[in-house]
């Protein structure tokens, strides 16, 4: 499976991106992508994640309410639409995949997803 991300930029406090996540390789009709975030000194943390059989989504806490994640199956493309961006979003943006067991339901973890992309460089900043 391949991912490449894209999307990532230079923004303003309280302005929006889309960050896009296709998705090439699929050996299954089911997939789960999570989105992850990186900023420098810090953990990776997982943002959100969504399920291609029925479009179930889990978002954290610090992004609940201004980033929706969204699929096209068609395409193999997951999104991720951030609005009200604050300064604390800006980070390197990953998205990784797992064809196997996972579903995402609830917080989850690095290990949770094998397969993974390049990042995008996000900066929230006047």
């Known amino acids: 499976v391949q991912l490449q991300a894209s999307g990532g930029g230079l923004v303003q406090p309280g302005g929006s991106l889309r960050l896009s996540c296709a998705a090439s390789?699929?050996?299954?009709?089911?997939?789960?992508i999570g989105w992850f975030r990186q900023a420098p000194g810090k953990e990776r943390e997982g943002v959100s994640c969504?399920?291609?059989?029925?479009?179930?989504?889990y978002y954290a806490n610090s992004v609940k309410g201004r980033f929706t994640i969204s699929r096209d199956n068609a395409k193999n493309t997951v999104y991720l639409q951030m609005n009200t961006l604050k300064p604390e979003d800006s980070a390197v943006y990953y998205c990784?995949?797992?064809?196997?067991?996972?579903?995402?339901?609830?917080?989850?973890?690095?290990?949770?997803?094998?397969?993974w992309g390049q990042g995008t460089q996000v900066t929230v900043s006047s």
């Open positions: 969504i399920n291609s059989s029925d479009g179930t989504t």
């Open positions: 990784a995949t797992d064809q196997s067991i996972y579903y995402c339901s609830g917080p989850f973890q690095v290990p949770d997803f094998p397969s």
């Open positions: 390789g699929f050996t299954r009709d089911y997939y789960a």
